[in-house]
């Protein structure tokens, strides 16, 4: 039974033949069963009229505008050859449903005006003497009833369907748009993979640096000391080597993959552990925390500590021997406050701009980057008398 279901759906025209076979059939029965009925007609217009009406809804889905304008031809050939009504008739209700379900706009409004127009034509061509002329209004308005819900049934499938349409294209638009976004929160994540891996690899590389020249150094004086410098090496190259393959493991799970659960979040608590780090690789940082500790927005704190990062790391490249440098949190009631200075020679602020001496990096128009996605403000430069200061305020809401 669904196979025959699909054929019939696949084939519209063969369902609407048949329909019109049967109409002509009942049609030409009735004219020849009733002589009387035939006698008061003109047969060969009759005939043609009848044949006409069935091929209209024959055709009707093909050529809607054409079977429209059959039909109306057909109608005012019986008004004018004066052949009665008919059974056949029907088949002008089923064009103007079809008109106005699918066919052209004005075919559509041409078959209201013609269907409200019909009945009224035709009670005044064949009138009813014994029911007087209130009674022909009558009849007129209520035959006018059928063509108008037939209009009205159509159009109400033809803006259904539009309503279904628009559904669609707004689906199909929103999945593009969706698919868009999710290209460019992949290039946003992996952009920020790549700033990620500039901050692993500058701050553990640059302590490694450090340690591997005074491990050099002292070789042969001070082997213990030596030994631990060689250690701190091996276990900050360990912990880079780790971070790099939780980073780069992110690019090769694809776009498919929540990436959030496999990159490192510093926050920071981990900035004490950070300066611990920069002291045992020879550089004195003096450490303060100003306010009541809280936790932060996880963006404020990722922020926050890879400030401190880039910042002793340039301190550690550019500061020079004896160069000391100090890191300052304050925790205000609105936002995070930041500062790290140092008093060494530093580099020129051009280069710091351009991202290190090598102009590779993202120095601080990476910092400036990360402080804006959070909303807050960066203040960066030589301190009068030497050395390098970088403040910064981190609101716990992004500005609008």
Aim: proline share 5%; charged share 20%.
């Amino acid at each position: 039974m669904q196979r025959l279901y699909d054929f019939l759906r696949r084939h519209p025209t063969w369902v609407d033949s048949f329909w019109a076979v049967v109409l002509l059939g009942v049609t030409l029965a009735g004219g020849a069963i009733d002589p009387d009925y035939a006698n008061d007609m003109n047969e060969t217009a009759f005939v043609v009229i009848t044949l006409a009406l069935c091929l209209s809804i024959a055709l009707r889905r093909r050529m809607p505008e054409k079977m429209l304008m059959l039909a109306a031809a057909a109608g005012i050939a019986q008004l004018i050859l004066d052949v009665p009504r008919i059974p056949a008739d029907f088949a002008m209700f089923v064009v103007i449903y079809t008109v106005a379900a699918n066919g052209a706009r004005w075919a559509s409004w041409f078959a209201l005006g013609g269907g409200l127009c019909a009945a009224s034509l035709g009670q005044l061509r064949w009138t009813e003497d014994d029911t007087g002329s209130m009674g022909n209004a009558v009849l007129a308005l209520f035959l006018t009833v059928p063509f108008a819900l037939a209009w009205v049934l159509g159009d109400s499938l033809r803006t259904r369907r539009a309503y279904f349409a628009q559904l669609e294209e707004r689906a199909a638009r929103l999945e593009k748009e969706r698919e868009a976004q999710a290209k460019v929160a992949v290039a946003a994540e992996r952009a920020r993979i790549a700033r990620e891996l500039h901050d692993v690899v500058a701050h553990n590389v640059s302590v490694m640096v450090v340690q591997a020249d005074g491990a050099a150094y002292v070789l042969d004086a001070a082997p213990d000391q030596a030994k631990k410098a060689l250690e701190t090496i091996s276990s900050t190259g360990r912990q880079a080597l780790a971070e790099m393959r939780r980073l780069l493991g992110v690019l090769r799970t694809g776009e498919h993959k929540e990436v959030g659960e496999y990159v490192p979040q510093p926050d920071v608590e981990q900035i004490d552990d950070l300066v611990e780090q920069c002291r045992v690789a020879g550089l004195p940082v003096d450490f303060t925390i100003e306010g009541t500790p809280r936790p932060l927005p996880s963006g404020v704190e990722l922020t926050a500590y890879r400030i401190v990062q880039e910042a002793l790391t340039n301190t550690r490249k550019h500061g020079g021997p004896n160069t000391g440098a100090s890191v300052r949190l304050v925790y205000f009631d609105d936002g995070l406050g930041l500062l790290v200075e140092d008093d060494g020679k530093g580099a020129p602020h051009e280069l710091y701009e351009e991202g290190g001496i090598d102009g590779q990096g993202h120095g601080l128009i990476g910092m400036r980057e990360r402080v804006g996605m959070v909303g807050g403000t960066l203040d960066a430069g030589p301190r009068p008398g030497g050395g390098f200061r970088i403040s910064a305020l981190l609101p716990l809401k992004p500005a609008h």
